[in-house]
């Protein structure tokens, strides 16, 4: 029996594809078969060869173009026309293999939404996953999270526009959310994760509510597998940072997504699904911005670069998973460009081989009980380093000045000015300058090569005065596997 192909157009110039054919057997549920075929020469001539060459094709899944005895046996007992369903046209040729994993692999495995499909109605005998690197397919893990960020976003969306509860609204204590947030379980999709602006602005309209169930309450708290267990929280991070400021308030409100729907979901799916959730929609107050999506794109190529890098170490950067970062996003095509133009300058300039990390911010503003940014946590941080600093140089306590990255030469000698005034031409017995960084990058270049080398110089000039200086640069980065800070070594020679 002849196959009917259902697709309302096939391009003119069609060379490869991904696509289904559905079977009708009698007395059987139907069944569907998912394949790739490129075309020969011969095949694609004219818009009639290609149909023909759409039509002859019967499955391969014992050999090229020889079909399984069950499918062939269920072709035989149809009872009405098979159908071919192209689902891919002309994908580029280090992805056809991605597409075809992709739909069998949605097909034959078991998810939160699944009605119909199921492997019992799938002549396919794998997930696909057995095909070459080079035609983009990917570990069964990847394309399982993939499938499920999709899955996950469709459901929400659904759920939004239906008005249903499928995810129900749920609260979490303040004692609650400490823990979460003491456990590393806050997900951080942003780069700048407390956005001062934003935070204070919450706060202040905390201060004017009574509770938050019903502003505030758009946390997204996914649910362990365990329910004695710690949840994890996406979306709401600046929200919670405002919470922790406003003592009134005893809990904070969103929806639980339960285990099903994210167990596939690692921490760079994580990120990308916080970046969605801080889309441009009209009714959105803290939109996402592109030192965000940046982010999101550095740690899915980490994540995943045994399949985004090439041989010399550079990211295909339109691999689906990196398009991902994009989904839902108000980007025009020449923006994405310009991201994506971004981060391949960074692969071909240096490596990037490690997840960015979330970092302190030690400006005066922030630390200072008085500031006018003051956050306890930052304030925390930075005297938790310096008193570790001080326990390898106690005689400096009382003789620490703070400086800017940017500011290093001129504020550690406006210093030195300042005591000489006071002391009447005296140079300070002791100093401690102590430099504060804003990123990780920053960080590295005043520690590493040309950066530390004009360190150790400034601190050898100023030791031409100050018999006891030391130079310390603190990390800002918030992880416990790293040390805190620097200390600048005198110059050899």
Not at 109 to 136: H, M, T, V, W
Not at 280 to 299: C, Q, T, V, W
Not at 369 to 389: E, M, R, T
């Amino acid at each position: 029996m002849k196959p009917i192909i259902t697709n309302e157009s096939v391009t003119d110039d069609l060379k490869s594809y991904v696509a289904e054919i559905k079977l009708f057997p009698d007395g059987k549920e139907p069944g569907i078969y998912y394949y790739k075929k490129t075309l020969s020469k011969k095949e694609r001539q004219t818009p009639s060869t290609i149909s023909s060459a759409i039509e002859a094709y019967q499955g391969s899944s014992r050999g090229n173009n020889i079909p399984s005895v069950d499918f062939m046996e269920d072709w035989k007992n149809s009872t009405r026309a098979p159908e071919i369903t192209l689902l891919v046209q002309n994908p580029k040729g280090n992805e056809i293999g991605f597409w075809e994993q992709y739909h069998t692999t949605k097909h034959r495995e078991d998810f939160p939404d699944d009605k119909i499909n199921s492997k019992k109605n799938c002549y396919n005998r794998n997930n696909a996953l057995l095909g070459s690197k080079i035609y983009g397919v990917v570990s069964q893990k990847q394309m399982m999270e993939y499938i499920s960020e999709l899955k996950l976003q469709d459901e929400i969306t659904r759920q939004r526009k239906e008005k249903t509860n499928l995810f129900e609204k749920m609260s979490l204590s303040r004692k609650r959310l400490k823990e979460i947030e003491n456990a590393g379980n806050f997900i951080q999709s942003r780069a700048v994760v407390k956005k001062i602006t934003s935070v204070k602005r919450y706060e202040g309209e905390q201060n004017k509510l009574s509770d938050l169930k019903n502003d505030f309450n758009d946390l997204q708290i996914y649910l362990p597998e365990n329910p004695h267990e710690l949840e994890k929280v996406g979306d709401g991070n600046q929200s919670y940072f405002a919470f922790k400021l406003v003592p009134q308030h005893e809990e904070m409100w969103g929806h639980g997504i339960p285990y099903e729907w994210h167990k596939h979901i690692g921490v760079s799916g994580e990120e990308r699904m916080g970046n969605w959730f801080n889309q441009h929609p009209e009714n959105a107050g803290d939109y996402i911005e592109g030192e965000d999506i940046l982010k999101s794109i550095r740690n899915t190529i980490i994540t995943n670069k045994d399949v985004i890098l090439n041989k010399e170490g550079l990211p295909n950067m339109n691999q689906p998973f990196i398009d991902q970062c994009f989904k839902g996003q108000r980007y025009i095509e020449s923006e994405r460009a310009s991201f994506k133009r971004t981060v391949l300058s960074e692969y071909k300039k240096k490596k990037n081989d490690r997840l960015q990390g979330n970092v302190w911010n030690f400006g005066d503003g922030v630390i200072n009980p008085n500031g006018s940014n003051f956050y306890p946590d930052d304030h925390d941080a930075y005297h938790k380093i310096l008193k570790d600093v001080l326990k390898q140089f106690p005689k400096y306590s009382g003789n620490v000045k703070k400086v800017g990255e940017q500011k290093i030469h001129e504020d550690s000698t406006n210093s030195i000015l300042k005591n000489m005034v006071v002391t009447g031409g005296h140079f300070p017995e002791y100093l401690l300058v102590v430099v504060w960084t804003k990123t990780i990058d920053s960080y590295e270049l005043h520690t590493e090569g040309a950066g530390l080398i004009r360190n150790q110089y400034l601190k050898k000039l100023l030791g031409l005065a100050i018999k006891n200086l030391q130079i310390v640069i603190f990390n800002p980065e918030k992880n416990t596997k790293v040390p805190t800070f620097f200390t600048v070594e005198d110059l050899n020679g």
